[in-house]
């Protein structure tokens, strides 16, 4: 079947946005076991991913760069640093990861507060 640019580029701007805003939503005070579910959830990402080509290429990135999931930030800062390298090597505008923190919105509201009592 021929590649088709248009449902490619669909399929990555959803993935980001998914990536991204499980980064935001990321403990800021994760526990142990939180850290081992985002490191595992990104590793499997990386191997399930459905465009094969970009899968591989993102593998290489985990190997130099491996995720960071110590807190919110790190998660969020590293996964906006390799969004970027991605941007990089498609020759796509760097995105300004200090803007990171309200960009990414779950619209989930309340469901914390509620969660925390
Ligand atoms: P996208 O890169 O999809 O970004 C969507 C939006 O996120 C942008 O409009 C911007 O608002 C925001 N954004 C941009 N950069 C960042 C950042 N660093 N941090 C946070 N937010 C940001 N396509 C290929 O053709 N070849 C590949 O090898 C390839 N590999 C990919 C690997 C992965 C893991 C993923 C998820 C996608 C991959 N893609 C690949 C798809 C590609 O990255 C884009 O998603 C697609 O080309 C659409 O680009 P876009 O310009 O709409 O913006």
Same mark, same amino acid.
């Given at each position: 079947k021929l590649e088709n640019a248009t449902a490619k580029a669909e399929l990555g701007r959803a993935s980001w946005k998914l990536f991204h805003t499980m980064m935001a939503r990321f403990p800021e005070e994760p526990t142990?076991?939180?850290s081992l579910a985002l490191q595992t959830y990104i590793q499997l990402?990386?191997?399930l991913y459905p465009c094969g080509d970009c899968? &591989?290429?993102?593998?290489?990135?985990l190997q130099k760069y491996p995720p960071?999931?110590?807190?919110?930030? &790190?998660? &969020?800062?590293?996964?906006?640093?390799?969004?970027? +390298?991605v941007n990089k090597r498609l020759k796509k505008e760097q995105f300004d990861c200090s803007k990171i923190g309200d960009f990414y919105d779950c619209?989930?509201? +309340?469901e914390d507060a509620k969660a925390a009592k």
């Open positions: 142990a076991d939180d990402f990386a191997r899968a &591989a290429h993102f593998r290489k990135l960071q999931t110590s807190s919110r930030n &790190a998660a &969020a800062g590293w996964a906006c640093f390799v969004h970027n +390298e619209g989930c509201g +309340e």
